[in-house]
């Protein structure tokens, strides 16, 4: 499934003649354009979306099941990212994206007409299964049509992207929420949807549609593969069930939810990932940390400044404006050619920093302390993982061969995406058991939340702060053992 040393390509991949443009150049424009133009859409989701679902959680009476609203789109794109892997490796990255972008307009469409928390779920979970299917073939996209040299500046653009989204979607978001009500923000951004169809799909049909080699006999899907990812996805849905739900009863779902998911994940990612085997696996298992620990964390930030801060809900997704910034920063960072050799150091310095952010976040539980210094620590932590995120993509790319790019990138992914979903599960379990879903219960905008409970969220971060160290350490063993 994987490639433990640096690729020798025995089927050349589709990549344009070499030319000394870089990825807006004339060989390069209409793709790039294209392809950042999906990840912007994803950013300005996941920004507005982020801003609006506390008040979301409370119109629907489901704070109790705030995290559970985010792991539900982690869950199903478990199984949406292999199924992208053997589609994209087999006929190209063209279908998946087209059938991921509309199953994520879909979902937002759910969620955004849902009477009740649990249609609100299923619709973050069918948007899930869109995001999985493209952030894979976006990919494999990169994997056949750039050059290497311009692999860590396509990267680094769509961490870019994030930029605008970061600054305006959570002011728009928290904008629309208050003035208009919070489905118009998910019912308005499928609009978006539109133009990265029109831009990107005539560009990848272009460039890197079709099978690594037209000649070969067409292979068919990895049942076994997809049975896994079956597994997985249903394993860390019950997961976070029982997490969601503490009851000895709950222990049922619990075992079942394990009993699934540790032969998936054995038989999805790279052998050796769970020893932080150097190499590839170390670079799959980077990533779950890094992507967990801190989108675990982030998604209680806005529930925390609304409830114990009383900003409204524009102003807490706000105070995480800057960060888009310093991510794109960390990114462009790592994608200049003269820091490459210094790419291991970077990456362990961006978990240091992604851990000191985390544990900094609950100071602002103190009255004392300004809500400002944890927008200020919050873009440190985006630094980092600028530095990070955009490194292990660069890693993967370069250790796997052009036939094994999406059954690798796919891996990268669910690593990714079940690492949120494992610790998202903790954490709500954790917020829940120090009366977390009685935070905010029954009050209005604003009010001041007397039924919270600041433990609740204290418990969420300082973990998470722990698993980022560990994240560190593993950032020492990506490069593979000389042979």
């Known amino acids: 499934m994987s490639a433990l040393e640096p690729r020798v390509p025995q089927i050349p991949a589709p990549v344009p003649a070499p030319t000394q443009g870089g990825i807006l150049g004339a060989a390069y424009r209409a793709l790039s354009v294209g392809i950042i133009s999906v990840v912007f859409l994803i950013a300005f989701e996941a920004t507005a979306v982020g801003t609006a679902m506390p008040v979301a959680a409370r119109e629907l009476d489901g704070v109790g099941l705030y995290a559970f609203a985010f792991s ?53 979970a069918v948007q899930g299964f869109g995001g999985g299917l493209v952030i894979v073939a976006l990919y494999v996209v990169v994997s056949r049509a750039y050059e290497d040299r311009l692999r860590p500046a396509i990267m680094a653009a769509f961490a870019a992207s994030w930029v605008v989204p970061s600054i305006v979607g959570p002011l728009a978001s928290g904008t629309v929420t208050e003035h208009l009500g919070w489905r118009w923000v998910f019912l308005g951004i499928p609009v978006l949807v539109v133009v990265p169809l029109a831009v990107a799909l005539p560009a990848i049909r272009r460039t890197a549609s079709g099978p690594v080699d037209p000649d070969a006999p067409p292979v068919a899907f990895d049942r076994r593969r997809i049975r896994l990812a079956f597994g997985i996805s249903l394993g860390a849905g019950l997961l976070q069930y029982a997490a969601q739900d503490l009851r000895w009863l709950s222990l049922v779902p619990a075992v079942a939810g394990v009993a699934l998911l540790v032969p998936a994940v054995l038989g999805l990612l790279p052998r050796g990932t ?69 790419r291991e150091r970077l990456m362990v310095g961006g978990m240091v920093l992604v851990a000191l952010a985390i544990a900094a976040a609950p100071a602002v539980l103190i009255e004392s302390v300004p809500v400002w210094t944890l927008a200020l620590a919050w873009a440190v932590g985006c630094l980092g993982m600028g530095l990070v995120i955009g490194s292990t993509s660069v890693l993967l790319l370069k250790l796997s061969a052009p036939e094994e790019a999406g059954a690798n990138s796919a891996a990268l992914q669910i690593s990714d995406a079940l690492a949120n979903v494992v610790l998202l599960a903790a954490g709500g379990a954790a917020f829940a058991a120090l009366g977390g879903g009685a935070v905010g219960a029954g009050h209005a905008l604003g009010e001041a939340a007397t039924a919270s409970h600041p433990a609740a969220f204290v418990v969420v971060f300082l973990p998470m702060a722990c698993v980022a160290l560990v994240g560190a350490w593993v950032a020492t063993r990506l490069e593979p053992v000389a042979k």
């Open 274 to 342: 769970y020893l932080a085997r150097r190499g590839l696996p170390s670079v799959v298992l980077l990533r779950g940390v890094a992507a967990g620990s801190f989108i675990a964390a982030e998604s209680f930030v806005p529930l925390m400044l609304v409830t114990q801060r009383g900003l409204s809900p524009t102003l807490a997704g706000f105070s995480l404006a800057l960060g888009g910034l310093t991510w794109a920063g960390g990114s462009w960072a790592q994608s200049k050619g003269w820091m490459a050799p210094y």
């Open 72 to 124: 539900a789109y982690f869950t199903t794109s478990l199984f949406g990212m292999v199924l992208s892997g053997q589609w994209a490796d087999r006929q190209g990255p063209l279908r998946p994206l087209a059938v991921g972008i509309a199953s994520f307009a879909g979902g937002l469409l759910v969620s955004g007409t849902a009477g009740a928390m649990g249609l609100f779920v299923l619709g973050r």
